[in-house]
């Protein structure tokens, strides 16, 4: 399922984030911990930035947090 951010994505940005580039950034539940939600988001030169989010509601924040950092979010079920 994709995901598309609000057009103030751009505002949310600190110093240590990237602006959004073409690609969404990936949403997936962890394998070895259910319930911990990573996004991954890899910018154009191959380098790659990561979240983790635990406890109540992770799921929503990392999709919350994908969509205000990098503009959209594509959720990755792995199928366990």
């Given at each position: 399922m994709r995901h598309r951010g609000n057009s103030e994505?751009?505002?949310a940005f600190g110093p240590h984030m990237t602006k959004p580039g073409t690609e969404p950034a990936y949403v997936f539940e962890d394998r070895?911990?259910?319930?911990n939600w990573h996004v991954q988001w890899t910018a154009d030169?191959?380098?790659?930035?990561?979240?983790?989010f635990s406890g109540s509601k992770a799921r929503e924040r990392a999709i919350m947090f994908a969509e205000r950092?990098?503009?959209?979010?594509?959720?990755?079920?792995?199928?366990?």
């Open positions: 994505a751009g505002a070895q911990t259910p319930g030169d191959g380098g790659f930035e990561m979240a983790i950092c990098y503009g959209s979010c594509e959720d990755v079920r792995t199928g366990r």
